[in-house]
Protein backbone atom coordinates (compact mmCIF):
# COMPACT_ATOMS: atom_id res chain seq x y z
CA UNK A 1 0.00 0.00 0.00
CA UNK A 2 1.38 3.40 -1.03
CA UNK A 3 2.18 5.84 1.95
CA UNK A 4 0.09 8.67 0.66
CA UNK A 5 -2.78 8.29 -1.88
CA UNK A 6 -4.53 10.63 -4.19
CA UNK A 7 -7.11 10.58 -6.74
CA UNK A 8 -5.25 11.81 -9.90
CA UNK A 9 -8.46 13.98 -10.94
CA UNK A 10 -8.18 15.71 -13.05
CA UNK A 11 -10.97 18.11 -11.86
CA UNK A 12 -12.72 20.39 -14.40
CA UNK A 13 -14.39 22.92 -12.73
CA UNK A 14 -15.13 26.78 -13.74
CA UNK A 15 -14.19 29.74 -12.44
CA UNK A 16 -15.71 30.94 -9.06
CA UNK A 17 -16.44 26.91 -8.06
CA UNK A 18 -15.71 25.28 -5.20
CA UNK A 19 -13.31 22.31 -5.44
CA UNK A 20 -12.01 19.47 -2.10
CA UNK A 21 -9.17 16.96 -2.67
CA UNK A 22 -8.47 14.67 0.40
CA UNK A 23 -5.56 12.87 1.05
CA UNK A 24 -5.47 9.39 2.84
CA UNK A 25 -2.02 8.33 4.48
CA UNK A 26 -1.39 4.86 5.80
CA UNK A 27 1.33 5.80 8.38
CA UNK A 28 -0.22 6.81 12.00
CA UNK A 29 3.30 7.66 13.04
CA UNK A 30 3.04 10.59 10.37
CA UNK A 31 3.13 14.21 12.48
CA UNK A 32 3.70 16.88 9.81
CA UNK A 33 1.13 17.66 7.21
CA UNK A 34 1.52 19.46 3.91
CA UNK A 35 -0.22 20.32 0.32
CA UNK A 36 2.22 21.68 -2.54
CA UNK A 37 1.04 22.59 -5.62
CA UNK A 38 3.16 22.17 -9.07
CA UNK A 39 2.72 23.76 -12.00
CA UNK A 40 3.67 21.87 -15.50
CA UNK A 41 7.19 21.38 -15.89
CA UNK A 42 8.12 23.72 -12.56
CA UNK A 43 8.86 22.53 -9.13
CA UNK A 44 6.80 21.96 -6.30
CA UNK A 45 6.06 24.89 -4.30
CA UNK A 46 4.67 24.89 -0.86
CA UNK A 47 1.36 25.78 -0.61
CA UNK A 48 0.19 25.27 3.16
CA UNK A 49 0.89 23.39 6.07
CA UNK A 50 -1.66 21.39 7.60
CA UNK A 51 -2.41 21.45 11.28
CA UNK A 52 -4.16 19.42 13.54
CA UNK A 53 -7.12 22.26 14.21
CA UNK A 54 -7.37 22.64 9.98
CA UNK A 55 -6.36 26.02 8.67
CA UNK A 56 -7.15 28.48 7.08
CA UNK A 57 -5.32 31.01 3.82
CA UNK A 58 -7.27 33.12 1.80
CA UNK A 59 -9.41 30.60 -0.27
CA UNK A 60 -7.66 27.92 1.25
CA UNK A 61 -8.61 25.91 3.62
CA UNK A 62 -7.22 22.55 4.97
CA UNK A 63 -7.94 19.98 7.20
CA UNK A 64 -6.81 16.71 9.10
CA UNK A 65 -8.18 14.20 10.20
CA UNK A 66 -5.89 11.33 12.44
CA UNK A 67 -8.51 8.93 13.11
CA UNK A 68 -9.26 8.90 9.84
CA UNK A 69 -5.79 9.42 8.55
CA UNK A 70 -7.01 11.78 5.85
CA UNK A 71 -6.00 15.59 4.97
CA UNK A 72 -8.26 17.53 2.75
CA UNK A 73 -7.66 20.93 0.61
CA UNK A 74 -10.55 23.49 -0.21
CA UNK A 75 -10.38 26.13 -2.40
CA UNK A 76 -12.88 28.49 -2.80
CA UNK A 77 -13.57 30.82 -5.62
CA UNK A 78 -11.61 29.25 -8.27
CA UNK A 79 -9.44 31.34 -10.05
CA UNK A 80 -8.22 30.33 -13.66
CA UNK A 81 -4.10 30.35 -11.92
CA UNK A 82 -5.26 27.65 -9.79
CA UNK A 83 -4.72 25.18 -12.51
CA UNK A 84 -1.73 23.05 -11.78
CA UNK A 85 -2.06 19.32 -9.76
CA UNK A 86 -1.94 19.57 -6.04
CA UNK A 87 0.58 16.97 -3.59
CA UNK A 88 -0.47 15.81 -0.52
CA UNK A 89 2.84 15.11 1.27
CA UNK A 90 3.21 13.85 4.79
CA UNK A 91 6.46 13.44 6.79
CA UNK A 92 7.81 11.45 10.32
CA UNK A 93 10.19 13.39 12.39
CA UNK A 94 12.20 9.78 13.16
CA UNK A 95 12.58 9.15 9.73
CA UNK A 96 12.95 12.75 8.55
CA UNK A 97 11.42 11.76 5.32
CA UNK A 98 8.74 12.94 3.20
CA UNK A 99 6.14 10.89 1.27
CA UNK A 100 4.62 12.85 -1.44
CA UNK A 101 1.14 11.48 -3.12
CA UNK A 102 0.89 11.20 -6.50
CA UNK A 103 -1.04 14.45 -7.12
CA UNK A 104 -4.42 15.61 -8.06
CA UNK A 105 -4.94 17.96 -11.24
CA UNK A 106 -6.65 20.65 -11.13
CA UNK A 107 -8.43 22.27 -14.03
CA UNK A 108 -10.23 25.81 -13.92
CA UNK A 109 -12.09 26.73 -16.98
CA UNK A 110 -13.51 30.55 -18.18
CA UNK B 1 18.39 35.58 -4.39
CA UNK B 2 17.22 31.99 -5.42
CA UNK B 3 16.75 30.25 -2.29
CA UNK B 4 17.42 26.85 -4.03
CA UNK B 5 19.22 27.08 -7.06
CA UNK B 6 20.43 23.71 -9.67
CA UNK B 7 22.70 23.59 -12.23
CA UNK B 8 22.63 22.55 -15.14
CA UNK B 9 18.73 22.87 -15.72
CA UNK B 10 18.86 20.82 -18.89
CA UNK B 11 20.99 17.79 -19.01
CA UNK B 12 20.78 15.72 -22.44
CA UNK B 13 23.90 12.90 -22.98
CA UNK B 14 24.16 8.97 -23.98
CA UNK B 15 24.05 5.95 -22.23
CA UNK B 16 27.10 5.29 -20.60
CA UNK B 17 28.28 8.47 -20.17
CA UNK B 18 29.42 9.77 -16.26
CA UNK B 19 27.50 12.93 -15.25
CA UNK B 20 27.17 15.21 -12.17
CA UNK B 21 24.23 17.86 -11.20
CA UNK B 22 24.93 20.49 -8.33
CA UNK B 23 22.50 22.00 -5.96
CA UNK B 24 23.01 24.82 -3.42
CA UNK B 25 20.46 26.30 -0.99
CA UNK B 26 21.34 29.89 0.57
CA UNK B 27 17.95 29.01 3.33
CA UNK B 28 20.75 28.19 5.93
CA UNK B 29 18.83 24.83 6.08
CA UNK B 30 20.93 22.01 7.54
CA UNK B 31 18.83 19.04 5.73
CA UNK B 32 19.34 18.46 1.79
CA UNK B 33 17.29 15.95 -0.71
CA UNK B 34 17.41 14.42 -4.15
CA UNK B 35 14.16 13.21 -5.18
CA UNK B 36 13.22 11.45 -8.94
CA UNK B 37 10.08 12.60 -10.67
CA UNK B 38 9.47 10.26 -13.66
CA UNK B 39 7.78 10.48 -16.58
CA UNK B 40 4.33 9.55 -14.26
CA UNK B 41 5.31 12.57 -12.57
CA UNK B 42 5.49 10.57 -9.33
CA UNK B 43 8.16 12.13 -6.79
CA UNK B 44 10.39 9.77 -4.98
CA UNK B 45 13.04 10.64 -2.26
CA UNK B 46 16.59 9.35 -3.37
CA UNK B 47 18.74 10.74 -0.76
CA UNK B 48 18.89 12.82 2.46
CA UNK B 49 21.88 14.85 4.29
CA UNK B 50 21.53 16.17 7.44
CA UNK B 51 24.59 18.43 8.55
CA UNK B 52 27.12 16.90 5.88
CA UNK B 53 25.66 13.38 7.08
CA UNK B 54 24.14 10.40 5.21
CA UNK B 55 20.54 9.98 6.69
CA UNK B 56 18.43 8.56 4.15
CA UNK B 57 19.68 6.15 0.69
CA UNK B 58 16.63 4.57 -0.77
CA UNK B 59 16.94 1.82 -2.85
CA UNK B 60 18.88 4.00 -5.74
CA UNK B 61 21.48 1.66 -7.74
CA UNK B 62 24.84 2.32 -6.77
CA UNK B 63 25.86 4.41 -9.77
CA UNK B 64 24.07 7.73 -7.92
CA UNK B 65 26.71 8.84 -5.56
CA UNK B 66 25.92 12.04 -3.58
CA UNK B 67 28.03 14.38 -2.19
CA UNK B 68 27.85 17.05 0.52
CA UNK B 69 30.76 19.07 0.85
CA UNK B 70 29.00 21.32 3.54
CA UNK B 71 25.43 21.79 4.85
CA UNK B 72 24.69 24.09 2.12
CA UNK B 73 26.00 22.10 -0.89
CA UNK B 74 24.55 18.71 -2.47
CA UNK B 75 25.71 17.35 -5.38
CA UNK B 76 24.54 13.90 -7.17
CA UNK B 77 27.19 11.99 -9.38
CA UNK B 78 25.96 8.91 -11.78
CA UNK B 79 28.03 6.75 -13.61
CA UNK B 80 26.78 4.72 -16.25
CA UNK B 81 23.82 6.32 -17.84
CA UNK B 82 20.85 4.25 -18.65
CA UNK B 83 17.81 5.00 -20.49
CA UNK B 84 15.94 4.68 -17.38
CA UNK B 85 17.85 7.80 -15.33
CA UNK B 86 15.80 9.67 -17.40
CA UNK B 87 13.82 12.09 -15.71
CA UNK B 88 13.26 15.19 -13.80
CA UNK B 89 15.50 15.56 -10.57
CA UNK B 90 14.77 17.91 -7.97
CA UNK B 91 17.20 19.10 -4.92
CA UNK B 92 15.27 19.85 -1.51
CA UNK B 93 16.23 22.05 1.50
CA UNK B 94 13.93 22.00 5.00
CA UNK B 95 14.28 23.44 8.06
CA UNK B 96 12.39 22.52 11.12
CA UNK B 97 9.86 25.54 12.23
CA UNK B 98 8.87 26.44 15.36
CA UNK B 99 6.10 24.32 15.22
CA UNK B 100 7.72 21.32 14.97
CA UNK B 101 6.74 21.10 11.40
CA UNK B 102 9.36 20.34 8.51
CA UNK B 103 8.64 22.45 5.56
CA UNK B 104 10.85 21.75 2.09
CA UNK B 105 11.85 24.11 -0.55
CA UNK B 106 12.61 23.08 -4.00
CA UNK B 107 14.88 23.90 -6.89
CA UNK B 108 13.87 24.57 -9.99
CA UNK B 109 15.02 20.79 -11.12
CA UNK B 110 17.29 18.99 -13.48
CA UNK B 111 15.58 17.24 -16.84
CA UNK B 112 18.08 14.50 -17.52
CA UNK B 113 17.66 12.60 -21.12
CA UNK B 114 19.66 9.62 -21.86
CA UNK B 115 19.70 8.79 -25.51
Known amino acids: RKEVEQDPGPFNVPEGATVAFNCTYSNSASQSFFWYRQDCRKEPKLLMSVYSSGNEDGRFTAQLNRASQYISLLIRDSKLSDSATYLCVVNRYNFNKFYFGSGTKLNVKP | DTAVSQTPKYLVTQMGNDKSIKCEQNLGHDTMYWYKQDSKKFLKIMFS???????INETVPNRFSPKSPDKAHLNLHINSLELGDSAVYFC??????????????FGPGTRLTVT
Open chain 2, 49 to 55: YNNKELI
Open chain 2, 92 to 105: ASSVSSGTGSYEQY
